[in-house]
DNA sequence: TCTGGGGTCCTAGGACCC
DNA sequence: TCTGGGGTCCTAGGACCC
């Protein structure tokens, strides 16, 4: 989905269409004001000129999504609020409005599967499509179900996309970057040299910040650079694993299917606050916070219908440091105050001696509610009970 | 006044088991 | 004088993605 957060706001306030608009950092909606300013009259009349900027923002944030006209001042998603309040003061800021965009998320995920059933989620504004089987799927190289997909999504949520279509998904997200926004993109495998080649590292999904500044040390930059190198170097360089699947990737190769169920790994709530907290000072506050993560992952636990084993803590200092720590326990659980004390007792484990931006509260290894996996209680077998298998048989 | 929140997957060492 | 070889699970950290 094109610039999903901000285009979602656009639709509520169509008269910021053109104009710069970042969605992020807020806690509370800061457009709040504005409406109230304006409570007389339907959302999209209140005057553009009305509503805030990120030059007056204050506070910790990142920018969630930013719409094109902002991107051309060099604001783009995860950068810091401050950061881009420098690079484009005039912008509008609004905060995401998290319900109405999995509101819609949930709807452009419905007309795709509608028209081809073999989807697999990549988030919230991402997915896979499995063309092969859909009658039509090979016209036009995929160009024509391309097209009836960008089109039903936008009747029936008056959003735009970008579809990428190519051999595999690597290819395929590749080629959903190369007509943003409201594009389609077909790349065939003949096209590797001319179109993929000439790219940065960086654009390989699974190439990082890290990645690719080891790449560059290298003298490696664009992915031809890459498909150029021995596998044998980039083993020794990268290991085995990473090592063979650059090669691969910078071939164009990859035969990840697409995978239309999975189930959770983990549930987790964490908060940055407001100013950095001191673990002896804001006891009581900390101690609120934490308590309230806990009752949230163990509400999203329940509502979900999952429990969980291991409790995990993670926390970050002022310094940006992370330390997490986690314990396994018996039996699964979905309860907020088992969570908690389990989680307390991670607490004592880590260092206080550095003020915290950020708490964090996980649930992992988790089976759902109610099957015979969270259910089943471990009890030992006992000799006479256990019959013989063949080798132990005599 | 830098740097969110919710995830997955990988690595690596150590415990423990057969 | 020589001290295995598998395997799984747990824990901590980190890279990466949307």
Redesign the pocket.
């Known amino acids: 989905m094109d610039a ?1 957060f901000a285009s979602v706001e656009l639709l509520r306030y169509p008269q910021l269409k053109g104009l710069p608009v970042v969605i ?2 807020g ?1 509370r909606r800061v457009d709040e004001m504005v409406r109230e300013r304006f409570s007389d009259r339907p959302l999209s009349e209140i005057p553009a000129g009305a509503f805030p900027l990120l030059k007056d923002y ?5 920018i ?1 999504t930013a719409t094109y006209p902002a991107r051309q001042f060099g604001v783009g ?2 950068m ?4 881009a ?1 420098r690079l484009c003061p005039q912008a509008i800021v609004l905060p ?1 409005d998290f319900d109405e965009v999995r509101r819609l998320s949930r709807a452009f995920k419905a007309v795709i599967r509608d028209i081809a059933p073999v989807v697999e989620d ?5 997915v896979y499509i499995d063309f092969t089987d859909v009658p039509g799927g090979q016209r036009e190289g995929g160009r024509v179900l391309a097209r009836l997909i960008q089109k039903s999504i936008f009747e029936a949520t008056r959003l735009t996309c970008s579809i990428g279509v190519a051999p595999n998904k690597l290819l395929a ?1 590749m080629a959903s970057e190369f007509n943003k926004p409201n594009g389609i993109s077909i790349v065939h495998e003949d096209d590797l040299q001319s179109r993929i080649w000439p790219l940065a590292v ?1 654009k ?11 790449l560059l040390r290298l003298h490696v930059h664009t992915i031809g650079d890459l498909a150029a190198q021995d596998p044998e170097w980039l083993v020794d360089n990268f ?4 090592g063979r699947w650059m090669h691969n990737v910078a071939w164009g190769r990859d035969d990840r299917p697409v995978v239309t169920e ?11 606050f407001d ?1 950095d907290l001191h673990a002896v000072r804001d006891r009581a506050e900390l101690g609120a916070i934490f308590t309230d ?1 806990c009752e ?2 163990a509400d ?1 636990l329940r509502r979900k219908g999952y429990v969980g ?2 409790i ?1 803590i993670k926390l ?1 200092y ?11 326990l018996e039996h699964f659980t979905d309860d907020a105050k088992a969570i908690r004390r389990v989680a307390g007792l ?1 607490l004592k ?2 260092p206080l001696d550095r003020k915290l ?2 708490l ?1 509260v ?1 649930v ?3 089976a759902r509610a109610g099957s015979t996996e969270a259910t089943a209680v471990a009890a030992p077998l006992r000799v006479e009970e256990h019959t013989p298998d063949l080798f132990q048989a005599g």
């Open positions: 999903f992020g950092g806690r204050v506070g910790r944030g990142v969630t998603s995860a810091g609020m401050m950061k309040a995401a990549r988030g919230i504004d991402e997200k960086r390989i999904n699974g190439i990082g910040p890290k990645a690719e500044a080891k290991g085995q694993s990473t999975s189930e959770p790994v983990s549930m987790s709530r964490e908060t940055t100013r993560l949230r992952v999203d084993k291991t995990g970050r002022d310094d940006f440091r992370t330390a997490t720590r986690d314990h396994t991670c484990r880590v931006r950020l964090g996980r992992g290894k988790l």
